[in-house]
Each structure stands twice: as structure tokens, then as C-alpha cells.
């Protein structure tokens, strides 16, 4: 079996500063995701990447950057902290290919927290 | 964009009940639709999928799902639940395209008295 391996478990920043999540995988999936959990709201999709060097835009990419630096690896960058922003972070991975019908794996999340 | 809705937000039930966990989808064209759980403090872990034919998928743990184009639902049941199936329950749609990524649901909390 594989895992998903999100750095660091929690992270506390400044308003306006620049934050980066990390996130490593070793099933050898070739479509990786980030998702940012908000209570009562779910998850929504901020990019994913299908491939190495791939990055697709998701619902909430606005104040994100994104790099898939090599397949194993996805980052995620908070390009300005908000003040008092308080979410969950999510990695996902999965097979890819054709259709998106795959299973998708997660990793525990990044807990952000914005003094 | 696909969308979908969870109506609701907390089910509490005893164990040994049924329980339903409702979700409705909005897209008209073909898509892939999928439950998943979350325990709390965990990422969330896949529990099934429907992709064609038979409209009731069966998952992991007792849990399946009826898919229902006509009413554009995919709700999830169990027929009798163990406090272990406390947990928030996610459903999510992907697209039947190429590399499109999956989108979910607020999820719905569900509690399981002893």
C-alpha cells in the first residue's frame, strides 16, 4: 500500500505572509489535488495536476499558487494570508487517466491557522 | 461545473437503525459518482463508486448506494449502523471527460447513539 504524506500537520501564519504546504506521495499516481475544507462547507478544489509539471485550475485557485514539481510531489503556496483564516488543507492522489472513474486517496491535512 | 448537494447537514440515529445520507447532483451530461468518509482528525477515505450498470453499488462495511438519473440522486444507506459509522459522510461527481477532478458535497454528520 501507499501513502500520502502532508508537511507540516499545522501551520500558523501572519496576515499577508506567504505559506507553503507540501504534500509527497508514493502510490506512483500519475493526478494529484488540492482541496481546502471549510466547516459546513465541504471541500472545494483549488487545483489539481495530472501529470508532472501539469497544473489545472480549480473553483477557488484565486490567492493560490500551485507547482507538481515531479510526480511524487504537489505544493501548494498561500500567496497572502488572511487575517483569521482558519481552514484544513487537503492532499489527494489518484491512478488518472481517462474519465476520472478512480478512487481518490488522501493524505490527514494541513491544519492553517492565521494570527 | 458539476455540482452537488447534501441536504443534510447532521443525521443522528441509534445503532442498530437504518440510515439514508442524501445527496443530489446537478449536471445533464455523463458522470461518475462516489461516496466517501471522513473520521474526525482523518482525510477521508473512499467508500464506493457508481459508474455504469447496476444503479445500487455495494461498498465497504454494509454501506450502499442507489443511483437515480430520473431524480439525479445517489443516496447512500445502511441498514442497521454501528457507532463506529459516526463520522461525516462526503458524495462527490466527476465529469465523463478526460482528467476532470471530482467535486464534493458539504458532507453530512452523522451520529450514532448507543
Known amino acids: 500500500g501507499g501513502i500520502i504524506t502532508q508537511t507540516p500537520k499545522f501551520l500558523i501564519g501572519q496576515e499577508g505572509q506567504k505559506l507553503t504546504l507540501k504534500c509527497q506521495q508514493n502510490f506512483n499516481h500519475d493526478t494529484m489535488y488540492w482541496y481546502r475544507q471549510d466547516s459546513g462547507k465541504g471541500l472545494r478544489l483549488i487545483y489539481y495536476?495530472?501529470?508532472?509539471?501539469?497544473?489545472q485550475k480549480g473553483d477557488l485557485s484565486e490567492g493560490y499558487d500551485a507547482s507538481r514539481e515531479k510526480k511524487s510531489s504537489f505544493s501548494l503556496t498561500v500567496t497572502s494570508a488572511q487575517k483569521n483564516e482558519m481552514a484544513v488543507f487537503l492532499c489527494?492522489?489518484?491512478?488518472?487517466?481517462?474519465?476520472?472513474?478512480?478512487?481518490?486517496?488522501f493524505g490527514h491535512g494541513t491544519k492553517l491557522s492565521v494570527l | 461545473t458539476q455540482t452537488v448537494s447534501q441536504s443534510d447537514a447532521h443525521v443522528t440515529v441509534f445503532e442498530g437503525d437504518s440510515v439514508e445520507l442524501r445527496c443530489n447532483y446537478s449536471y445533464g451530461g455523463s458522470i461518475y459518482l462516489s461516496w466517501y468518509i471522513q473520521h474526525h482528525g482523518h482525510g477521508l477515505q473512499f467508500l464506493l463508486k457508481y459508474y455504469s450498470g447496476n444503479p445500487v453499488v455495494q461498498g465497504v462495511n454494509g454501506f450502499e448506494a442507489e443511483f437515480s438519473k430520473s431524480d439525479s440522486s445517489f443516496h447512500l444507506r445502511k441498514a442497521s449502523v454501528h457507532w463506529s459509522d459516526s463520522a461525516v459522510y462526503f458524495c462527490a461527481v466527476s465529469l465523463r471527460n478526460n482528467n476532470n477532478a471530482p467535486r464534493f458535497g458539504a458532507g453530512t454528520k452523522l451520529t450514532v447513539k448507543p
Open positions: 495536476s495530472i501529470t508532472e509539471n501539469d497544473l
Open positions: 489527494a492522489s489518484s491512478i488518472g487517466g481517462q474519465g476520472s472513474n478512480e478512487r481518490l486517496f
